[in-house]
């Protein structure tokens, strides 16, 4: 049984920083592609950033520049560091990860981004 435990999320003021960390365990497959996505309050989940096995990486235009991606292979865990918060990146953040022939969502974590 695949196990995703996400952490990091929480309350902060607009231009402020915080770091999503999501760890996998239970899986029998490798680990491809991780990746995070978010859904806010009457919208459809979209995503935010994924990074492959080997290190590619894919940002939604909306936090280049300001999120960075970011996995230790070696733990299974994925990070999302985001900076320059703004009230708009207010959300549930979910992990997500592909192994072998099935994908896996997290339970997500809070967002919360005041102005």
């Known amino acids: 049984q695949v196990r995703l435990v996400e952490s990091g999320g929480g309350l902060v003021q607009a231009g402020g920083s915080l770091r999503l960390a999501c760890a996998a365990s239970?899986?029998?497959?490798?680990?491809?592609?991780m990746g995070w996505y978010r859904q806010a309050p009457g919208k459809q989940r979209e995503l935010v950033a994924t990074?492959?096995?080997?290190?590619?990486?894919n940002y939604a235009d909306s936090v280049k520049g300001r999120f960075t991606i970011s996995r230790d292979n070696a733990k299974n865990t994925v990070y999302l560091q985001m900076n320059s918060l703004k009230p708009e990146d207010t959300a549930v953040y979910y992990c997500?990860?592909?192994?072998?022939?099935?994908?896996?969502w997290g339970q997500g974590t809070q967002v919360t981004v005041s102005s």
């Open positions: 239970g899986s029998r497959f490798s680990i491809n592609t």
């Open positions: 990074i492959t096995s080997g290190g590619s990486t």
């Open positions: 997500h990860l592909v192994a072998g022939p099935y994908g896996y």
